[in-house]
Every structure is written in structure tokens, then in C-alpha cells.
């Protein structure tokens, strides 16, 4: 069972940057692709980013891409997301994820594992 813990979530203003970062429990981080998902209220969660076990590959949604970007510390058992130019549209509850493969995905259910989330808030 692996336990993911994020950090880094708060207000920033519109234009502004934050850093996430998903901790994980698990020795065997590197075997597991990881995932950044985020909920709006009223929405339903959705794919922001993903980086396969290596690190090798990543893919970011349309809606960030050039702006928010993730990265992974195999030894520091880490995952990132670096966020820039934030937009109040940006707002919600982000929330890291794992899965039991090596390779990247964009769904929801393909993932195995979630943390409890960290509340990211953009003010315009």
C-alpha cells in the first residue's frame, strides 16, 4: 500500500507560481508511474500531468501545457509539479496518484493509488 502525501498548495495571485510535491511511503517509488489530477468544485477531477517510472516520459494537459510541468526524485521518493503563470481558473484541489506500471496515463481509473490532496487558490 502506498501512501502518498502532497505539499506546497496555498493562495498565489494570477500570473504567480507554486511548486507541488507528492511524497510517497514506498521504497519501490521508481516502480510506479505517478500522475497530478485536480478538482474544482463542482467538477469532476481531471488529468493535469503524468511522468512514467523512469522519468523519461511525461504529458501534460492541453489546458497547462507550457506552463505547469512534472518531474520526479527517484531517491528522494518525490514527485513534482512545478506550476507558472497561474490563472484563477487553476483553482482547486490538486491530488498526486500512482500506479502499478511503468508507463504514463490519463485516466482516472488507471490509477491505483491517491493522495489526500492540497487545496492550490488563485486570486485574480
Known amino acids: 500500500q502506498v501512501q502518498l502525501v502532497e505539499s506546497g498548495g496555498g493562495l498565489v495571485q494570477a500570473g504567480g507560481s507554486l511548486r507541488l510535491s507528492c511524497a510517497a511511503s514506498e521504497r519501490t517509488f521508481s516502480s510506479y508511474a505517478m500522475g497530478w489530477f485536480r478538482q474544482a468544485p463542482g467538477k469532476e477531477r481531471e488529468f493535469v500531468a503524468t511522468?512514467?517510472?523512469?522519468?523519461?516520459?511525461?504529458y501534460v494537459a492541453d489546458s497547462v501545457k507550457g506552463r505547469f510541468t512534472i518531474s520526479r526524485d527517484n531517491a528522494k521518493n518525490t514527485v513534482y509539479l512545478q506550476m507558472n503563470s497561474l490563472k484563477p481558473e487553476d483553482t482547486a484541489v490538486y491530488y498526486c496518484?500512482?500506479?502499478?506500471?511503468?508507463?504514463?496515463?490519463?485516466?482516472?481509473?488507471?490509477?491505483?493509488?491517491w493522495g489526500q490532496g492540497t487545496q492550490v487558490t488563485v486570486s485574480s
Open positions: 496518484a500512482a500506479r502499478r506500471t511503468a508507463f504514463t496515463a490519463v485516466s482516472r481509473t488507471a490509477y491505483d493509488y
Open positions: 511522468i512514467s517510472r523512469s522519468g523519461g516520459t511525461t
